[in-house]
């Protein structure tokens, strides 16, 4: 009987250590990617260049040598900086030196190039889906389900491993004589009962907790549109600026979806794509650009060679992408003019996209975070006028413009900014 009872307490204690262990491997990794998420995703992808360089193969450029390096960069870009012509070619290339991190430690900044590391290792192993231009397959998930099914069968063993016990000390008790009473069925044991709600309330309330955060959130929502439009061809390959089409953005709080008419300022004389570049929807299906011109010509009641009447224009149906609450103030030309920043930012790379689709979440904590991180445009730049110890040391050298001052050091993150 001892030797059963000290059989399943090893099998127990393995069985928990194994669990345990698996558990600190995954938290590492998700602490990686939490980090990255939080400090670097605004301004760095992975596998593609936004406001900084894709990330994939860093510690294999320039001077990182080592991960000391990387340390001493990521602490001080601007120090490290004027000691090495790589970083000051980014400097170049991408216009503004990265933030500082000093309040990250050395194992965190592992942890985050760990992360960057696996991510790079999966996009490499992943095959292509679909044709060339095809949408990019979803990115790895977390382990919520894979952990809730090992828990799961870690209960029923323990469950069963408790039944055993219970059985093997009734067959010994029996052995020695001992009067013992009949095992409480497993249905009716209170204490099992007990422990089963337990559970099924923190897992139900894990869910809603889930749910409710992510309430509202569309990221990578890609709706099918009345007419395939393909930002890659016009902002891409055509180099047509952002603006022409969503010029309110400039001046005011809306980008607006342009009217037809903008669209047929070009689409009179172009009546059929004669590009070299493919165009594909979001299942990898080739797109016929011609047949959707004509989807156009259908809606502004045009046809090739005559005049045109936009007074038989009728409006196209787009379907809205991005979309805020209606509790949160945004303002387009307070970000675009003001704070000059790039549409790709907060829309990713779109002169690349195909099919559209919503590149961030969108959340509050997406947006604090880029407030930030993010350094205030102030050479230069009227608007911020009011700032004027600011711009006075810029002219006296008094502040290093390449250090800058974050959107979070003038108020970027007080509550009422966004929320009146």
């Given amino acids: 009987m001892t030797h059963n009872r000290r059989f399943i307490k090893n099998v127990v204690s393995g069985l928990i250590a194994s669990f345990v262990l698996l558990i600190s491997n995954k938290v590492s990794a998700q602490d990686g990617k939490a980090l990255f998420s939080a400090n670097c995703a605004s301004c760095h992808s992975v596998t593609k260049k936004l406001t900084g360089p894709a990330l994939a193969?860093?510690?294999?450029?320039?001077p990182w040598g080592d991960r000391k390096k990387i340390h001493d960069w990521v602490h001080n870009p601007a120090g490290?900086?004027?000691t090495d012509a790589y970083t000051e070619g980014l400097h170049k290339e991408y216009g503004i030196v990265m933030t500082a991190f000093p309040t990250l430690n050395e194992k965190e900044i592992d942890a985050i190039l760990d992360y960057v590391k696996a991510e790079e290792a999966a996009a490499t192993a992943a095959p292509a889906a679909g044709a060339p231009g095809a949408a990019q397959a979803e990115e790895t998930g977390d382990s919520s389900l894979l952990f809730g099914i090992i828990t799961l069968i870690l209960a029923i063993v323990a469950f069963t491993l408790l039944q055993v016990n219970a059985n093997l000390r009734?067959?010994?008790?029996?052995?020695e004589g001992v009067p013992a009473?009949?095992?409480?069925?497993?249905?009716?044991?209170?204490?099992?009962?007990?422990?089963?709600?337990?559970?099924?309330?923190?897992?139900?309330?894990?869910?809603?907790?889930?749910?409710?955060?992510?309430?509202?959130?569309?990221?990578?929502?890609?709706?099918?549109?009345?007419?395939?439009?393909?930002?890659?061809?016009?902002?891409?390959?055509?180099?047509?600026?952002?603006?022409?089409?969503?010029?309110?953005?400039?001046?005011?709080?809306q980008a607006t979806i342009p009217s037809i008419n903008i669209c047929m300022n070009c689409h009179q004389a172009i009546n059929e794509y004669t590009g070299k570049e493919k165009i594909y929807n979001g299942e990898g299906e080739e797109v016929?650009?011609?047949?959707?011109?004509?989807?156009?010509?259908?809606?502004?009641?045009?046809?090739?060679?005559?005049?045109?009447?936009?007074?038989?224009?009728?409006?196209?149906?787009?379907?809205?992408?991005?979309?805020?609450?209606?509790?949160?103030?945004?303002?387009?030309s307070q970000h675009v003019t003001a704070g000059q920043v790039q549409c790709?930012?907060?829309?990713?790379?779109?002169?690349?996209?195909?099919?559209?689709?919503?590149?961030?979440?969108?959340?509050?904590?997406?947006?604090?975070?880029?407030?930030?991180?993010t350094e205030v445009k102030f050479k230069d730049n009227g608007f911020y006028s009011l700032y004027e110890k600011y711009h006075d040391q810029l002219k006296n050298g008094?502040?290093?413009?390449?250090?800058?001052?974050?959107?979070?050091?003038?108020?970027?993150?007080?509550?009422?900014?966004?929320?009146?």
């Fill in 288 to 332: 016929n650009g011609t047949a959707e011109i004509q989807k156009l010509y259908k809606y502004a009641g045009f046809e090739p060679g005559k005049p045109w009447d936009p007074s038989k224009a009728k409006p196209i149906e787009w379907v809205r992408i991005h979309n805020l609450p209606d509790h949160v103030y945004f303002n387009h």
């Fill in 398 to 420: 008094k502040l290093d413009s390449t250090k800058g001052i974050t959107v979070e050091k003038i108020g970027g993150t007080e509550c009422q900014k966004c929320h009146y």
């Fill in 344 to 373: 790709q930012t907060c829309h990713g790379e779109i002169n690349k996209m195909d099919e559209v689709h919503q590149f961030a979440d969108l959340s509050m904590g997406w947006c604090i975070n880029c407030h930030r991180t």
């Fill in 80 to 82: 490290f900086m004027k």
């Fill in 170 to 175: 009734k067959m010994a008790d029996d052995k």
């Fill in 181 to 253: 009473h009949e095992p409480v069925p497993f249905w009716r044991n209170k204490a099992y009962i007990a422990f089963i709600t337990i559970i099924l309330f923190l897992i139900g309330g894990y869910f809603t907790t889930k749910g409710a955060i992510g309430l509202g959130r569309t990221k990578d929502y890609q709706p099918e549109q009345p007419i395939f439009f393909a930002h890659k061809i016009h902002a891409g390959v055509n180099q047509i600026n952002c603006l022409y089409c969503h010029g309110p953005a400039h001046d005011g709080k």
């Fill in 57 to 62: 193969g860093v510690e294999t450029r320039g």
